[in-house]
Each structure stands twice: as structure tokens, then as C-alpha cells.
């Protein structure tokens, strides 16, 4: 009889520990916290430069009688989440731009909750904003976390008679690949009619991730295409001008800590750079 009694407490103490967990499940959000390693993306995040490329058509359609255009730059946003938030306050309150480039380093260390406070962070951008990835987004689970979140890491698009042209240049945080030149020439290949041509890739080309021989292909692509302007980050201090013996310029965005953005004003035969600090 004693024997009894214990087994039917057991079984009442083991429903009860067991309503509990359900009720605690049922009630509460995100009980179960991911791996940081974790390179799932949610479904509301995913293919977000599709988003971007449907707003920026509109804006194009909307804008089509002026040929002149303006749009903003950033780089290098780490975890320096009160400047990018900064940032994209102060780019909001000019109403002059019609699109935004990020240069890359999206994120410090290439974990999902990086790219996901970033993504949260830049959503609240009134323009359309594109990305080309870096070499710390390419760190742990990054670049497959970029490509879920963003799209491929080479791609390009046009506006209004201009090509953008974002090159994943990175090397030595993908286990020093060579870089998608090939794919780089054949975008390249295509320019001649375009009034300006834009190349933004993360890492110049004279950075120490670029051999000799990596360089100077990079550096003829950007002479013997007629690019207008190659623009970079990764350094996180301002660099205007050319760097080779050459005329072609390069542009490099400082981090969003030292508190201020780039604009360029495109024309049809030229083109205008400004920084805006905040």
C-alpha cells in the first residue's frame, strides 16, 4: 500500500514539473537562445537587397526627368551601433540623396546577431541602402549569413545610365582564394554605355591583403575600364585621390566613429565628392 502511495506521488510531482515547462514554453519568447555561431537567418531578413533593388526602381521611375543624382556612403560599422544609429539619422535629414553604399564590415566578428542589430539599425534608413561584404563579415559564419541576408557577394546594378559594381575582394578570412577577377572583367567589360562606372569593393587594392600581382590587376581593371571612382573601407580613415601613377581616383569611407558620411553627386560628365560630418 505504501509502495502505491510513493509510485502515485511520483507520477503527480512528474505531470506537475511537466505542466511547467509546457506553461513556461507557452508563455515566454525565445526560451531557447541560438548558437552566436549560428548562421540561420529569419525569414523577414533574408534577400533584403531584393527589397532595395524594388525601392530604388521606383525611385528611379519617380526621378527620371533629373539625371543628376546624389547618394551617401558609410563603412565600417563594427559594433559601433550609437554611430551607424547616428548615421543614419543624420543621412535622413538630407534629402538630396536617393540611395546609400555601405563599404563593408557590416559586423565585428561575422555572427548572426551582429548582422541582425545592423540590419535593424540601417531598416530605419529612408532610401534604399547596398552592401558590399568585408573581411570581418566573412569571419565564423559570415559569408553564408551575408548571402542568406543580403544575396550573392558580386553583383551589380544600374541607375539612371550609371553602373555599380560590388566586388568581394577579400582573401586572407576565405582562406586566401583568389579574388573573382574574371567576374570582376566581365562587369567591366560591359560599361561602354554608361555615363560613370563605380567600383566598391572593401579592401584597396595597395592594402596589405593584396599581392604585388593582385594589386596591379586590380589596378589596370580600374585604368583600362574608365572607372570613375573606386571605392573602398577597411582602413577607417579618409583617403581621397590617386593613389598610383595614374588619374584615376579611389576613395576610401572612413569608420562611422570618426562621425561623418560621404556623399557623391553624379553628373552626367562628372562628379562631386563631400564629406558631412554629425
Known sequence: MLLNLKKLIFRIFNLIFLYIIIIGVISCENVFEYSPYSGHVQGK????????????????KATSENK????????????????????????????????????????????????????????????????VIGNHDCLANGLGIYKNMYGIDNYSFTYKDCKFIFFNNIIWELGYIEPDFFWLQSELEDTTSYEQVFVIAHIPPWSDQFTPVYSKLFEHFILTYNVSLSIHGHHHDHYFGCYFDDEKEYLVIGSVDKRYYCTITVFQDSISLDRIHY
Request: hydrophobic share 35%; no cysteine.
Open 45 to 60: 531578413d533574408k534577400d533584403t537587397r531584393l527589397t532595395n533593388l524594388e525601392k530604388l526602381s521606383i525611385q528611379e
Open 68 to 131: 543628376t543624382f546624389t547618394f551617401a556612403l558609410i563603412s565600417d560599422s563594427h559594433t559601433y551601433y550609437n554611430d551607424l544609429d547616428d548615421a543614419v539619422l543624420a543621412i535622413n535629414e538630407n534629402e538630396n540623396i536617393e540611395f546609400v553604399i555601405h563599404g563593408g564590415d557590416l559586423t565585428d566578428g561575422g555572427m548572426i546577431k551582429e548582422y541582425e542589430i545592423f540590419h535593424n539599425i540601417v531598416s530605419d534608413l529612408n532610401y534604399p541602402y547596398f552592401t
